[in-house]
């Protein structure tokens, strides 16, 4: 019988730093079956592990459009994701996994699309702005509302740039305090609604960042016209298990883990603030 929890290594092919505290790994599986038939959705997460430090679950960042290869992007706050931030390339991690739910895809052709990210809450959304972008033709206008503390806490500063440049996408940046040479807004990701047309009109809108701005996004939304149903938020919850056995991780009667870590706002506005936690 398949163990659930045995899980499989992977090499680190190439490290990306984003900030003071924030890598982007690139991994590879060892086994070229499981490279060739690992599935996933954006919006997923693994579980990953080093050894004599523990396990962490992390999202998927890589678009499941570029094949081959996996991405995550970790902030070292604690034990596992500091020991993820000593390795080196060629060491090796262990991932099991995909977890959880995914964020709407087919659900979101021929539709407008818009992410509103907070600091490292851009890595899992990154995943599906690729997909829809490696699709153009399948979607209307996309339009990304990034925010983080300071210019040097983006992540992915070279491909915003890219994403600029891709017809019919607009890219607008936020940070709380500029450094010389901030060119981009001044503000929390809520003060660029002033600076571009948001249109419920056809349109998903995809959330992820911390608590308190997704709280103060979809206050923002619903007084755009938003409808809950065409919201979508990837919360996060303390995890272990990561497969619905444990129950560390309930929101309400569900579980993050197998019933998120994507919800739609309908499905959890009748929630009690404390239990939906924005
Ligand atoms: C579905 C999901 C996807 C995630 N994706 C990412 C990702 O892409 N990149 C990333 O960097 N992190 C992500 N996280 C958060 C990441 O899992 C935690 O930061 C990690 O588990 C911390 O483990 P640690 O051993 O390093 O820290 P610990 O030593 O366990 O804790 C260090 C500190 O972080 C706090 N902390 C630990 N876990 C969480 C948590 N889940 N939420 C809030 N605070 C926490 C603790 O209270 C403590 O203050 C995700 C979490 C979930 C549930
Ligand atoms: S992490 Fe164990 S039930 Fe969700």
């Not at 509103?116 to 995943?127: E, F, K, N, Q, T």
């Not at 740039?161 to 607009?170: M, Y």
């Not at 571009?196 to 016209?225: H, N, R, W």
């Not at 870590?261 to 506005?269: L, R």
Request: with cysteine; hydrophobic share 35%; proline share 6%.
């Amino acid at each position: 019988m398949k163990n659930e929890y045995i899980p499989y290594p992977a090499i680190i092919e190439a490290i990306q730093t984003e900030s003071f505290d924030t890598r982007t790994l690139k991994v590879r599986f060892k086994d070229k079956r499981l490279r060739d038939s690992f599935d996933y959705k954006p919006g997923q997460f693994v579980e990953i592990s080093v050894l004599g430090a523990g396990e962490a679950p992390i999202s998927i960042t890589s678009s499941p459009s570029r094949k081959g290869f996996l991405e995550f992007t970790v902030r070292a706050v604690g034990k596992v994701t500091k020991a993820i931030h000593k390795l080196k390339v060629g060491d090796t991690v262990y991932l099991r996994g995909p977890y959880g739910n995914s964020f709407p895809f087919e659900e979101a052709k021929n539709r407008n699309l818009l992410f509103v990210a907070g600091g490292i809450g851009l890595p899992p959304l990154r995943s599906v702005i690729n997909m829809a972008f490696d699709n153009r033709d399948d979607f209307g206008n996309i339009k990304i509302l990034y925010g983080a503390k300071a210019p040097d806490e983006l992540c992915f500063k070279e491909e915003l740039k890219i994403w600029q440049g891709i017809p019919q996408a607009e890219v607008l940046l936020t940070v709380d305090k500029p450094a010389n040479g901030w060119k981009g807004n001044i503000g929390v990701v809520t003060t660029l609604w002033k600076k571009t047309e948001i249109s419920p009109k056809d349109a998903i809108a995809y959330v992820c960042g911390p608590p308190i701005m997704i709280k103060f996004v979809l206050q923002k939304l619903l007084e755009s016209g938003f409808k809950p149903d065409n919201i979508y938020v990837s919360l996060e919850r303390y995890m272990k298990c990561g497969i619905g056995k444990c129950g560390h991780c309930n929101i309400g009667d569900k579980f993050a883990c197998i019933d998120g870590p994507v919800f739609s706002f309908g499905q959890i506005k009748e929630l009690p603030d404390k239990e939906r936690e924005i």
